[in-house]
């Protein structure tokens, strides 16, 4: 769970004879353990949580954590992938910034074609995932029937388009991108961990075809 070793309140997830319920566990509370576990992301905490006859207060009312969880996950996946978008936004950036500095053989390597079709690839992937990004925001503040499917959408598009800009932001920074001294690494690592924190984006797309009835 992220930042779990900070958080002051845990909502738990547990099969109860009713069905799955949905609990309150405070910070501190007997029984509550968490470890901090490495990541790619280190600016993103991940740690395990234990619970041994931990005292939880009940939320919602009784086998209502399925429908309480499967809203829960369509808006953070809506948030996840705004997070996803504006981070492929700034690797894209980034890499056009450099370009536009660099200079090899006399002229700044943003001339180059190969370069240019790059950019405009990345451009491209960035600017769609906005519109799926946007698609989802707008469901989720209207509390509208199809955040489900855009969630899904936005969360499996904006996944793949992060991971994408931020590996041909190393491209453009040739040698340079594969290095510590600029942040770059920073971005990939970001879009790899996101990728994988609420499902794959094969996982999302299965979600919008079972959504939609496929």
């Known amino acids: 769970m992220t930042d779990a070793h900070v958080a002051g309140l845990l909502l738990v997830p547990a099969n109860t004879a009713e069905g799955l319920g949905l609990f309150a566990v405070e910070a501190g509370a007997e029984g509550l353990g968490t470890t901090l576990r490495p990541t790619l992301d280190q600016t993103r905490k991940l740690a395990d949580i234990e619970l041994a006859e ?3 207060t009940p939320v919602g009312g009784p086998n209502s954590g399925k429908e309480i969880l499967a809203r829960v996950l369509d808006l953070a996946a ?3 992938a705004a997070e996803q978008v504006g981070g492929a936004q700034a690797a894209l950036d980034m890499g056009v910034e450099y370009m536009k500095v660099r200079v ?3 002229q700044p390597i943003g001339a180059f074609q190969a370069l240019k079709h790059m950019a405009a690839d990345a451009l491209v992937e ?3 995932a906005w519109s799926a990004a946007y698609y ?3 469901a ?3 509390d509208s029937d199809e955040l489900p499917v855009a969630a899904s959408l936005a969360a499996a598009y904006c996944a793949d388009a992060f991971v994408s800009t931020a590996h041909q932001n190393i491209q453009f920074h040739g040698g340079m ?3 510590w001294e600029i942040p770059a690494h920073l971005y990939f690592k970001r879009a ?6 609420l499902g794959e984006p094969e996982f999302h797309r299965a979600q919008v075809a079972e959504r939609l009835g496929f």
């Open 54 to 56: 931990a005292i939880a």
């Open 78 to 80: 809506v948030a996840l």
């Open 104 to 106: 090899q053989f006399g």
């Open 126 to 128: 960035v600017e769609t």
């Open 136 to 138: 989802a925001l707008f």
């Open 140 to 142: 989720a503040a209207d």
């Open 177 to 179: 991108g594969f290095t």
């Open 192 to 197: 790899r961990s996101s990728q994988l924190l």
